[in-house]
């Protein structure tokens, strides 16, 4: 790509001098001997660098070079003058200029000032285009992950998106998963209708049934005008059913209807309406639990779980918190207000150490509070929750004591074994499960597992060595 150099000089003579040593270096040089010529240029072509005199008539440098660097932020200025002095050089730097050079100056000089400035932005233009190629594949429908088991789940989201199936994705409160059934639906072929969601928790059996299926006038005492419900709201596009372990066994009968019929009747109404909606459930309880102890009817789950997605919790995709981090500053109205764009190295170690029982919506709010506390650019520390004693037993088993003393190697090394701990934990040394989740096989996983000296006996029961954290920074791996 080639390289756009403007010299806004009134010395024509200096202008020739520029520009016959730009093009022996392969620049596209143009000149401009007044402001209003040099603002003609820059609308109509990308200049890479801009050299300005001090003196322009109709204004002057300082002023030109301030008006050129606020319309256009990514063009770089070199002042050129032939009065010097400290103050005239802190002068232009604070308008922006990028160096300051006088007259009357060497080849030599000039061209080692441009080259230094080029670099300068050729490296900056490198790092914008690298973040947005890090945030592409790390990111999907404002999601954002590098774990395994996050990219199959954006993988099935691509696939779902094309289709009506229904889903029910499951996970602990505050993994995301709205955030997912927003994705399944603005990814496919239903983006152009509603995506209308609805808590089943937040409404008592006789309104819950007035907000899914509506009502007309007169249905009920306050019944003044006609209303429709979330179900025929959805028509053409997504209904959001969440927590739907709340619904009881009567309305669970009467959304049975309607899922399988495809038609609703609203409250006082004598005919049906025709409804073409996705429908997408979610839930953080078992509810083959609930389908067991009779709370939930056994036809309506399988009518809901034709196609199940499970989000895993924060704890089990640690390596994703920086991030989300990163993803929250970018997206915090008041983080951006205050200039806040990174945390530290010790508020991220603390981040990560904690076992985040209330997962993403936790890290938001523990995130939102800093954000607050914080004066520049740094957040340096973090206040995370503290709890009962239960929380804290909770903690102890989760947390990773990361440290970032250690060269790469090791710390990979500790935080692969404390990973396969925790898969073998969660799968009572499971070999066959184990390798599934890990998406390896189950030769790679036996010869990690002899690797580290993990054996499958020690995470059979609990209560065992296997319970404790393995992720001991002041212990040396086993073997190379």
């Not at 003196?55 to 606020?70: A, M």
């Not at 285009?129 to 996050?150: E, I, K, T, W």
């Not at 207000?337 to 523990?366: Q, T």
């Amino acid at each position: 790509m080639e390289t756009r150099i403007l010299i806004i000089d009134d010395d024509p003579l200096i202008c020739e001098q520029l520009e016959r040593l730009f093009r022996a270096q392969q620049y596209v040089v143009e000149s401009a001997t007044t402001a209003a010529d040099a603002f003609d240029l820059l609308c109509q072509q990308d200049f890479s660098l801009a050299l300005v005199d001090l003196r322009i008539p109709g204004t002057d440098g300082l002023s030109l070079t301030r008006e050129v660097r606020n319309r256009w932020p990514d063009l770089d200025v070199i002042m050129i003058t032939g009065y010097a002095s400290i103050k005239g050089a802190v002068e232009a730097i604070k308008q922006g200029a990028s160096d300051y050079i006088t007259k009357p100056f060497q080849n030599e000089e000039i061209l080692l000032a441009t080259e230094k400035v080029l670099e300068k932005r050729r490296l900056l233009d490198e790092i914008h285009y690298l973040r947005g190629q890090l945030a592409d594949r790390y990111s999907f429908a404002n999601m954002v992950s590098r774990n395994p088991r996050m990219h199959e789940i954006f993988s099935q989201i691509e696939m779902l998106a094309q289709s009506d199936a229904t889903t029910l994705l499951t996970g602990e409160s505050g993994t995301g998963k709205e955030l997912c059934a927003r994705a399944i639906h603005f990814q496919g072929k239903r983006k152009a209708g509603k995506f209308v969601p609805i808590n089943c928790a937040a409404f008592p059996d006789t309104l819950l049934e007035s907000e899914l299926f509506g009502y007309e006038r007169g249905a009920f005492t306050g019944a003044i005008h006609d209303r429709i419900g979330k179900v025929e709201l959805s028509n053409g596009g997504t209904l959001f059913l969440d927590e739907i372990e709340s619904i009881s066994l009567n309305m669970q009968l009467k959304l049975l209807r309607v899922l399988e019929e495809r038609e609703i009747e609203r409250l006082g109404a004598n005919r049906r309406v025709k409804v073409n909606m996705r429908v997408i459930a979610a839930t953080n309880v078992d509810l083959e639990a609930l389908v067991a102890s009779g709370a939930m009817r056994e036809d309506f789950y399988y009518r809901v779980n034709v196609v199940p997605i499970r989000i895993p919790p924060l704890r089990d995709r640690i390596e994703d918190v920086p991030l989300l981090v990163g993803e929250f500053l970018r997206n915090s109205t008041l983080a951006k207000e205050k200039g806040i764009n990174r945390v530290s190295n010790k508020a991220l170690s603390g981040l990560m150490s904690y076992g985040w029982p209330g997962n993403v919506r936790e890290l938001g709010n523990v995130l939102e509070r800093s954000i607050l506390k914080t004066n520049g650019p740094v957040i340096r520390d973090v206040d995370l929750p503290g709890g009962g004693p239960e929380r804290r037993a909770t903690e102890n088993t989760s947390r990773r004591a990361f440290d970032y003393e250690v060269p790469l190697k090791e710390f990979l090394r500790r935080a692969e074994r404390e990973y396969l701990g925790h898969v073998l934990r969660k799968y009572r040394g499971g070999i066959s499960s184990s390798a599934k989740h890990a998406l390896v096989d189950a030769a790679t996983l036996h010869r990690k597992m002899k690797s580290y000296g993990l054996k499958r006996e020690e995470f059979r029961t609990r209560g065992s060595r296997a319970d404790q954290p393995i992720f001991n920074v002041s212990q040396p791996s086993t073997s190379t």
